[in-house]
Nanobody, 114 residues
Framework: QVQLVESGGGLVQAGESLRLSCVAS????????MGWYRQAPGRERELVAT???????NYADSVKGRFVISRQNAKNTVYLQMNSLRPEDTAVYYC????????WGQGTQVTVSS
């Protein structure tokens, strides 16, 4: 079993920044893609950004140019730098890792006030 532990959420004002981190517990399996999804109240969970083992990122159109995803493979860690935050970015953010199956973190709340 792999556990993902997120940190870095919080309450900020529009235009400010936050950095999310997620650490995957050690496993005997190679971690493939890692990334972040989010779910706002009353909405389905949606992709924010993912990154391959080789560092190739993929972003949702809504966050392109504002968010940057990165990872440190040696530390089984993925980061999400969120800049120019908007109220519509308010959601619970979930870390994701693909090994032999998909694993999810418990979620961290990000609230952006206007």
């Amino acid at each position: 079993q792999v556990q993902l532990v997120e940190s870095g959420g919080g309450l900020v004002q529009a235009g400010e920044s936050l950095r999310l981190s997620c650490v995957a517990s050690r496993s005997g399996f190679t971690i493939r893609d890692m990334g972040w999804y989010r779910q706002a109240p009353g909405r389905e969970r949606e992709l924010v950004a993912t990154i391959t083992t080789g560092g190739r990122p993929n972003y949702a159109d809504s966050v392109k140019g504002r968010f940057v995803i990165s990872r440190q493979n040696a530390k089984n860690t993925v980061y999400l730098q969120m800049n120019s935050l908007r109220p519509e970015d308010t959601a619970v953010y979930y870390c994701y890792a693909h090994l032999y199956s998909a694993f999810w973190g418990q979620g961290t709340q990000v609230t952006v006030s206007s």
